[in-house]
């Protein structure tokens, strides 16, 4: 189906710690009809200087960016990876109108394990990221970088890729690293799923170890008409372990909601 007549415009958001050049490889690989732009989340990359302490700041922020992009009869597409995911679902389900269709990557509704859910884990992992980054912030990045490509067969070339491209942009603010943390280690959107409309994409990492490919199976039960993409090879990043097969999923969604538009 060409697309030389349609356009999506599609908002890449990173996840914990990163900024918009992590996107780089991807944007590489995406044809001219998707307009791309990889954003910041405040207190990151070029907004080091801005901070937020909330998923609610983290909504209110993306909205804005959404309303800033979205094109009159131009779908718009979310991007969302891991932290970076939960205020994309949250926009997509409190503001419709602005929001055509999201890609869910390497994320799950609730990060940390409970009672009622396996899926998630240990809540100690990102207590020791917490204890981490006030004693030694640049070895903290690394080790979580190192989580990133974990169990994908390129890892190490791609942790000196990640390493570089995070390095180019100036530290990430304190509060909204601190905040960040917060917001993995105790927002749970479970019950949020099922009132989302548009069509959800999901890409998961079998090797990932922060999202638990177990996540596939629930979110079967959760959202029934979501599309779900299992890397079996890749960790926490598809997007860069296996960047030329997630651009294709990106493609597949971004060409299905072009379907019915006018």
């Given amino acids: 189906m060409a697309k030389d007549s349609r356009r999506v415009s599609c908002l890449l958001v990173h996840g914990w710690g990163m900024n918009h050049t992590i996107w780089q490889p991807l944007l590489q ?119 990133q490509v974990k169990g994908s067969e390129s890892g190490r070339k791609l942790l000196r890729e990640l390493r570089e491209k995070i390095l180019q942009q100036p530290q990430p603010d304190q509060q909204s690293l601190d905040a960040g943390l917060s917001i993995l280690k105790q927002v749970d959107l479970r019950e949020q799923l099922p009132q989302i409309s548009q069509p959800v994409s999901w890409a998961l990492g079998g090797q990932d170890g922060l999202v638990k490919i177990e996540l596939a199976n629930v979110l079967e039960t959760l959202m029934p008409a979501g599309q779900i993409k299992q890397y079996e090879k890749a960790g926490h990043a598809p997007f860069l372990s296996h960047a030329e097969e997630f651009a294709q999923q990106l493609i597949d969604i971004a060409t299905s909601i072009t379907v019915d538009e006018v």
């Fill in 29 to 147: 690989q995406l044809p001219d009809w998707i307009e791309a732009h990889a954003i910041d989340l405040p207190g990151h990359g070029r907004r080091y200087k801005e901070c937020f302490s909330s998923l609610e700041d983290l909504v209110e922020d993306l909205s804005q960016q959404c309303d800033a992009y979205k094109k009159h009869q131009q779908p718009l597409l979310l991007v969302g990876w891991s932290l970076g995911a939960l205020p994309c679902l949250q926009v997509a389900r409190q503001s419709p109108q602005l929001v055509d269709g999201l890609l869910m990557t390497s994320t799950t509704p609730c990060f940390v394990s409970r009672g009622d859910w396996s899926a998630g884990v240990d809540v100690t992992v990102f207590d020791q990221f917490a204890e981490s980054l006030k004693t030694d912030f640049s070895g903290t990045i690394r080790r979580f970088l190192s989580l």
